[in-house]
């Protein structure tokens, strides 16, 4: 297949694309470089430097490249920063994905995949419970709201796009995640464990409790999960990417320290305001069983760690 991954210099797009390279498909990465790396991008993929909002840009490119599937990676992805600029993210998010839905439609692009999330759609997850698809969408930050939004233009689209696939993911976390967002805890708490420094632990109700619980998903089941969606093997139009499983934020730190020995100094601080205090979704039944937390880990280290040697 001929496929166009938006944000393929990013964290997850990157991943994507070169699974996608490496199955013998022809890729083609359409990616501003606004958080993404030229350097991610891998080998065997066209690299094409664009913001997904440029209707020109967008038209030449599904023009000249002729695509058989779109996945949809590129976002404005902070949270702080829709909360902040809530037209830019909704020009992102909302905008660049009505673009990429009307040049594929004009295009007669078969299959469609879109990066959601899970995370900032449900709200809290009550203790005991995981956020199951259908469940009532109750998106509290601009981005939730934007990426919801998204999902519902991507559903309208389906038809004169034949197949489309929505995917929610958890927390991702994995090789290439960059340690300096606000989010991304596995690869803040890897980079400062490297350094010796201290790590911090905001609390889900108060300092000191522990802090709050995520699902945390490895990079390559999201990638398995795209896999999936663009060969028609999901059954559902909207699937959960997750493990199921809550991991406070106090015992993912010390499963890193298991690698690393203990942190030098562990700072307690109070709960960050908007942070959800559980987030925990019920898996996709069409996806493979979820990669072990401690398995993943140990990839997600690895590759830190040979990044420090070279
Ligand atoms: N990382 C997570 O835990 C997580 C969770 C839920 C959903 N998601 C979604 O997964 C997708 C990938 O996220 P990520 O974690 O890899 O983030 P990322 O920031 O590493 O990747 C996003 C990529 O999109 C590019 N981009 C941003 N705006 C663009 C624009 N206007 N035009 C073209 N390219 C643009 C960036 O340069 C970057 O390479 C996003 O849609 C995000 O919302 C991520």
């Known amino acids: 297949m001929r496929v166009i991954v938006t944000g393929g210099a990013g964290f997850i797009g990157s991943h994507v694309a070169e699974a996608l390279c490496a199955t013998g498909h022809h890729v083609y990465v359409l990616d501003d470089l606004s958080t993404g790396r030229r350097e991610n991008v891998p080998d065997g993929a066209v690299f094409v430097e664009g913001d997904v909002r440029d209707e020109a840009l967008v038209e030449d490119l599904f023009r000249d490249v002729r695509p058989d599937a779109v996945v949809h990676q590129a976002a404005q992805t902070s949270v702080t920063v829709s909360v902040r600029e809530p037209r830019r993210d909704a020009d992102v998010n909302i905008g660049g994905t009505v673009v990429l839905l009307e040049a594929a439609r004009r295009h007669g692009v078969a299959r469609f995949v879109f990066a959601s999330t899970g995370g900032a759609i449900y709200g809290e997850v009550p203790e005991g419970t995981r956020a199951e698809i259908g469940w009532p969408e109750r998106p509290e930050s601009p981005y939730g709201i934007g990426k919801l939004a998204a999902e519902h ?3 309208a689209a389906t038809g004169p796009i034949p197949h489309t696939a929505i995917l929610r993911y958890a927390n ?6 960059d340690p300096h967002g606000e989010a991304g805890v596995v690869a803040i708490f890897t980079e400062r464990l490297l350094d010796g420094a201290p ?13 709050c619980v995520r699902d945390y998903v490895f990079v390559g089941d999201v990638v398995d999960a795209n896999l999936a969606a663009l060969a028609g093997r999901l059954a559902a139009p909207v699937v959960h990417v997750a493990t199921g499983v809550g991991t406070r934020t106090s015992d993912l730190l010390a499963a890193l320290e298991r690698h690393f020995g203990p942190a030098s100094q562990v700072v307690h601080a109070p709960p960050r305001p908007g942070d959800l205090g559980r987030s925990v979704l019920a898996p996709c039944p069409d996806l493979a069983a979820p990669t072990p937390l401690d398995e993943g880990l140990a990839a997600t280290v690895a590759w830190f760690r040979a990044q420090r040697e070279r």
């Open 153 to 155: 233009y991507v559903r």
């Open 172 to 177: 991702v976390y994995g090789p290439r995640q």
């Open 199 to 211: 790590v911090t632990i905001y609390g889900m109700a108060e300092a000191g409790d522990g802090g």
